[in-house]
């Protein structure tokens, strides 16, 4: 799953992949999307307190093509 044919475990017609959900996922009442040059684009539970930098975390990052200065 990182990238790498020699390591990477391909699946197979008949193969089950098992998604675990993450902890408290579904106690989180609040979400926010976060969309644009982001890793992973998407809608996020939010805590909270929780701050707009540990949700761009989770987002994967700022992408190659993004501009986090610029005015809104």
Known sequence: MNGDPKTDVPLRD???LTIRQLPRWTDIGASMTVRGEVLHAGTYGIE???RL???LARSGGFGPEAYP???C
């Open 53 to 55: 930098s540990s949700v």
């Open 69 to 71: 200065y610029g005015q």
């Open 48 to 50: 909270p307190g929780e």
């Open 14 to 16: 008949g193969d089950i």
